[in-house]
């Protein structure tokens, strides 16, 4: 497995403003993802994070509202812009070190929109 | 499309004794993976234990088993001897092997061991 890390780890936000989550892995990967948690729900895939080009955004989820970057095969940031309070939510990042293996998650990064 | 069901919202286990959570699967892909991930209240997605869709053996990782019952469309997950430590949402979680990495998820089970 890699070991992942995310900053934040919580924060508290006002609507209107952004912030950006780091997801950092200790070795390099293939695959980065970025997930969203809805308080009481599951899991729900936002973008494939491409290195060195745009990320793959699923259905419902569009690059203006979250910006994603992956410069190297280690770190990737997931931007959540212009937030109002259904943004409140659990981030996670996830990797895959090579194509069809197991998905490992960061520890996540808890939101509250006020 | 990929769709995973877990029917059980919660489920109650005494301390020591095993328990089984449910989990279906609807898929057309021919290879496919299945996944468990169980989720303390610190909101961390921890990988438990993988079964692939030709693997003739039911996958098993320490006290973690997976039931998979490939015409029933079924991956259930066997934790043994429950600890106090098993308290937590537990996902079941399914990707395709015909080209999306997409990791699509059930809407989880949350497990509650008692003393």
């Known amino acids: 497995s890699a070991v992942i890390s995310q900053k934040p780890s919580r924060d508290i936000c006002q609507r209107g403003t952004s912030l950006t989550i780091q997801c950092q892995v200790d070795s390099q990967v293939t695959m980065m993802f970025w997930y969203r948690q809805q308080p009481g729900q599951s899991l729900t895939l936002i973008a494939t994070?491409?290195?060195?080009?745009?990320?793959?955004?699923e259905s419902g989820f569009v690059i203006d509202k979250f910006p994603i970057s992956r410069p190297n095969l280690t770190f990737s940031t997931l931007t959540v812009s212009n937030m109002s309070p259904e943004d409140s939510s659990i981030y996670l990042c996830?990797?895959?070190?090579?194509?069809?293996?197991?998905?490992?998650f960061g520890p996540g990064t808890r939101l509250l929109v006020l | 499309a990929q769709k995973i069901t877990q029917t059980q919202p919660g489920m109650f286990v005494q301390e020591k004794e095993a328990v089984t959570l449910d989990c279906t699967y609807d898929?057309?892909?021919?290879?496919?993976?299945l996944f468990w991930y169980k989720q303390p209240s610190s909101g961390e997605m921890i990988f438990l234990i993988y079964?692939?869709?030709?693997?003739?053996q039911n996958a098993t990782e320490g006290r973690y088993s997976l039931n998979f019952q490939k015409a029933r469309k079924s991956a259930n997950l066997v934790i043994s001897a429950s600890q106090l430590g098993d308290s937590a949402m537990y996902f079941c979680?399914?990707?395709?092997?015909?080209?999306?990495?997409?990791?699509?998820f059930g809407k989880g089970t949350k497990l509650t061991v008692n003393p």
């Open positions: 898929t057309s892909d021919q290879s496919y993976g």
């Open positions: 979680a399914m990707q395709g092997q015909g080209g999306s990495e997409k990791l699509v």
């Open positions: 079964q692939g869709s030709y693997d003739e």
């Open positions: 996830s990797v895959e070190r090579d194509r069809q293996e197991t998905q490992y």
């Open positions: 994070a491409n290195q060195g080009s745009e990320a793959t955004y």
